[in-house]
C-alpha cells in the first residue's frame, strides 16, 4: 500500500485549508481508473494530487468533503464487494483508511450525494477545483444539478487559491520525498548516459530507465523525453537509432513512493564526444543553467532569472556569430525565442508542474502580474516571486527547430538580431537542455538530490566507459 505521512500532517493540512475557506461545503474528488479500451483494461491509476496532499489516500473512487461551517470532515467511498474482492482482492475497510490520516468520519456515495443536495438547497456554497477529468465533471453535474460546461466554469476561486497558498510551500518532509524522487531520476539518468552509444535504440533506453522507476516500485512522473530531435520540446516518440555525433535529450522523472516527482533533464553526446560548436552550445546552457541556479534567492521574481537566462543565452550565441546587435533588445523584442522558445522552469510537487490544473497563471504569477503573450515569454509557468519553500525546475535549453527557423527567415524576422546565414548551418543541430530541481531556503537556494553529472567532460566520461 502506498505509505502516508502522519495523520498529524494531514490534520494540520486539512485544519488550514478549513481555517482558510470562511464558507461552504468543500469537496476534494478522488480519481477513478480510466480506461484504455474497454471498462475493465485501464490505465495505470493515478490518484488526484489535491486529493493526495488532503488525505494522502491512493485508492479510486473516493470524495472528500470538508464543512468550512461545522469543520466537519467525512471521506466518503464505498467499500468493495465480494465482487470486487474476487477479482482485485481484499482492500482495508475505507473507514480504517480514513482513521489511519485522522478522519473518523466515512459514509457512502449515495450518502455524499445527500449531503450535496441537502447543501444545494440549502443554498449553501459547495467549493470544487477544476475538473480535468470527464469523469469527475460529469459526477459534479449530477451531483450539483449543474450542465458539464456549467461545472468547468466555475470552480471554487477561493478554494484554488487556498489549495495553491498550502501546496506552494514545501515543508521539510516533502522535501525528503522530492529527493528520494530526484535521487531515483539520478539513477535512471546516468543509465541513460552509458546506454548513449551508436547503434542504440532510443526505445531500448525508454525501456532501461523506465525498468529503474517500476523496479522501485514507482512510475514515472511524466512521459519519457528520451530523443535524438530534442528540439523538439515534448518529444515522446523513441523510433529513431542513436549515431555518434548527434544530442540525445532525456527529460524523464520518477516518482517517490508518495507521488512527489523528479524532473531532470540532461543532454547526451551521443558517443561521448562534442565537436567545437557544440561544445560551445553545451557549455552555455550549461552556464544559463548555473547561474540561474545562483540567483535564486527569497523575494526575488523567477521572471528576472528567467530574462537572465534569455540574456546570457543570446550573448553566448552573439559570441559564436549566430546572433547580433544589442543583447538587452534582442531579448527585450524576443528573438532570443527561435532558440529559447520555453520558460526557465515550473513548480514541482505531487505534479511534475505543480498545480497546473488549478490555474497555471494562480499558481506562477501574483494578482497584477501580466503574463506575456511574446512568443517564448507566454510559455513562463513561474514568474512570481519566490518564497522559501519553493520547489521548482531550472531548465534553459538552446534548439534548432528547422521549421521555425524557415518561417521566421521567411519573414525576415529579427533581421537585425539573428544571423540567418549561420543559422542555417545549424538546422540539423538538435537541442540541448539541462534542467535540475531545486528548492528556495530563508537565504538561497538548495539543489535537490545527490549532484547528477552535467559538466560536459563528465557526461562525456560515462558515456565512453559505458
Ligand atoms: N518535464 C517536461 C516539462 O517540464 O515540461
Ligand atoms: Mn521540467
Known sequence: MTPTFSAATYIARRNTLIERVPE??????????????????????????????????????????LDADSSEVTLFGNDFTIDDIVWMGQQPQIADQAASVGIHKTGSLSDLQSLIQQAVSQHRIVHYLPPYRQLNTL???????????????????????????QRAIKSEEELEEITVAVNLTRDMHIKMMEMAQPGVHE?????????????????????????????????????????????????????SPMHYAGDITRTCPVGGAMNDIQHAIYNLVLKAEMDSIDQVAPGVPYRDIHLNAAKIIASGLKDLGLMKGDVDEAVAAGAHALFFPHG???????????????????????????????????????????????????????????????????????????????????????????????????????????????????????????
Open 139 to 165: 459526477k459534479l453535474a449530477q451531483w450539483l444539478g449543474r450542465t458539464p460546461a456549467e461545472i468547468t466554469a466555475h470552480p471554487s476561486r477561493k478554494l484554488i487559491e487556498t489549495v495553491i497558498s
Open 203 to 255: 526505445q531500448a533506453i525508454n525501456a532501461a530507465v523506465t525498468a529503474i522507476a517500476l523496479a522501485a516500485g514507482s512510475m514515472p512522473a511524466y512521459p519519457n523525453i528520451i530523443s535524438i530531435h530534442g528540439e523538439t520540446l515534448h518529444n515522446h516518440a523513441h523510433g529513431n537509432v542513436l549515431k555518434a555525433g548527434q544530442f540525445l535529450v532525456g527529460d524523464f522523472g520518477a516518482e
Open 344 to 466: 526557465l522552469g515550473h513548480m514541482l510537487g505531487l505534479d511534475v508542474h505543480d498545480m497546473e490544473d488549478l490555474d497555471e497563471n494562480l499558481v506562477g504569477y501574483l494578482p497584477g502580474m501580466d503574463r506575456s503573450k511574446q512568443f517564448g515569454l507566454k510559455s513562463l509557468r513561474l514568474a512570481r516571486p519566490l518564497l522559501p519553500g519553493f520547489v521548482f525546475t531550472v531548465e534553459p535549453g538552446i534548439y534548432f527547430i528547422p521549421t521555425l527557423i524557415d518561417l521566421w527567415k521567411a519573414e525576415n524576422k529579427f533581421a537585425q538580431f539573428l544571423n540567418y546565414a549561420e543559422i542555417e548551418k545549424l538546422k540539423d543541430f538538435g537541442g540541448i537542455r539541462i534542467e535540475d530541481n531545486v528548492v528556495v531556503t530563508d537565504t538561497g537556494v538548495n539543489i535537490l538530490g545527490h549532484p547528477i553529472p552535467k559538466s560536459a567532460d563528465a557526461v562525456c566520461e560515462i558515456i565512453r566507459n559505458g
Open 24 to 65: 461552504g461545503l468543500i469537496l476534494i474528488l478522488g480519481n477513478e481508473d480510466s480506461p484504455m479500451n474497454y471498462t475493465d483494461n485501464t490505465y495505470p491509476f493515478r490518484q488526484d494530487s489535491s486529493f493526495l496532499y488532503y488525505c494522502g489516500i491512493d485508492r479510486q473512487n473516493l470524495v472528500l468533503a
